[in-house]
């Protein structure tokens, strides 16, 4: 065998196994996020629910009655590689005006699952958490809203206009396309382009989880369809996954009603952080006039 063959098989091989890893970064969060909030930390009194998605995976979740919620109830869905505790830090403010429902995606938290898919899977168990609404406590329907934060927010995009129930959503940092959002993320962390890093790494995650459509999860193409359903759409200006201008795009891709806020100096999932009161009161004002 000449030199050049060699050396050929020994990159194909290595950008191969190259992209196998990157397909897991996306199946298996790096940074997972281990469950240490938990609502007796704020003072909230809370019930442990736990129930099936149609493909038969556990999903565990808290119910957190407010004591002024007059049946306003929240769906709350949490980012990728977080879990519900981690979004209660967030948002535990809005404990007093709403019942809050969180639950851990697949894969993370106290659920059961063995990857995640960055909302393709993901939406059985927004379905599956509607369903225990349902059936559990159908009194939370008749004022019901959603707040997502980034791949809450992306899921919630074309989840809720599959459900009718829902009142109005708050969406921070949602993702426009799956496949932007990977090559986003790899540039970020790994400065390799699109062709053939990126790529690559998609078909090998279509083989991975064994669906060809896995990574063809497009919110931009949802969003409009939750209309005439009020939305709140949150970004942060200093955010270098869901850029604001990505955000911006997907806002400009709704249909009225519609608000915007753009958070100044805010990275991704700090929108919180960097505004304190604003945010609290932007987005109560917002859920209280609407549910």
């Known amino acids: ?31 997972m996020s281990q469950l ?7 003072g909230l009194r809370y019930e442990k629910v736990s129930f099936k998605t149609s493909d038969g995976v556990t999903l565990r979740g808290w119910f957190i009655r407010g004591e002024n919620s007059q049946g306003r109830t929240l769906l709350m869905c949490h980012g990728w590689g977080d879990n519900k505790g981690e979004l209660l830090g967030l948002t535990h403010f809005l404990a007093a005006d709403f019942d809050l429902f969180y639950f851990d995606n697949r894969s993370h938290g106290e659920s059961e699952g063995h990857f995640c898919t960055l909302g393709f899977h993901e939406l059985k168990d927004f379905d599956a958490a509607m369903d225990f609404l349902r059936a559990r406590k159908p009194e ?3 004022r019901l809203g ?3 934060l980034s791949m809450g927010a992306a899921i919630a995009c074309v989840a809720v206009p599959q459900h009718p129930e829902i009142k109005a959503a708050v969406l921070e940092s949602p993702f426009t396309d799956y496949r932007q959002v990977v090559r986003q993320y790899t540039w970020n962390h790994f400065k390799l382009p699109h062709f053939p890093f990126v790529w690559l790494t998609l078909w090998m995650l279509r083989l991975r989880v064994g669906d060809p459509n896995v990574d063809d999860y497009r919110p ?10 009020p939305i709140l759409v949150i970004g942060g200006s200093a955010d270098d996954l ?12 709704a249909s009225q009603p519609k608000q915007l806020w753009i958070v100044p100096d805010a990275g991704h999932a700090e929108c919180h952080e960097i505004a304190g009161l604003e945010y609290e009161t932007r987005v109560a004002n917002f859920l209280n006039k609407h549910l």
Request: charge should be neutral.
């Open 1 to 31: 065998m000449s030199i050049w063959f060699l050396l050929t098989l020994f990159l194909a091989s290595t950008l191969i196994a190259l992209c196998y890893w990157g397909a897991g970064i996306v199946l298996y969060p790096p940074k």
């Open 36 to 42: 240490e909030i938990f609502p007796e930390q704020f």
């Open 140 to 142: 939370c329907l008749a």
């Open 146 to 148: 959603v707040f997502g």
């Open 220 to 229: 931009i193409q949802h969003v409009a369809q939750i209309a005439p359903r």
């Open 242 to 253: 869901m850029r604001e201008a990505d955000v911006r795009a997907l806002y400009a891709a």
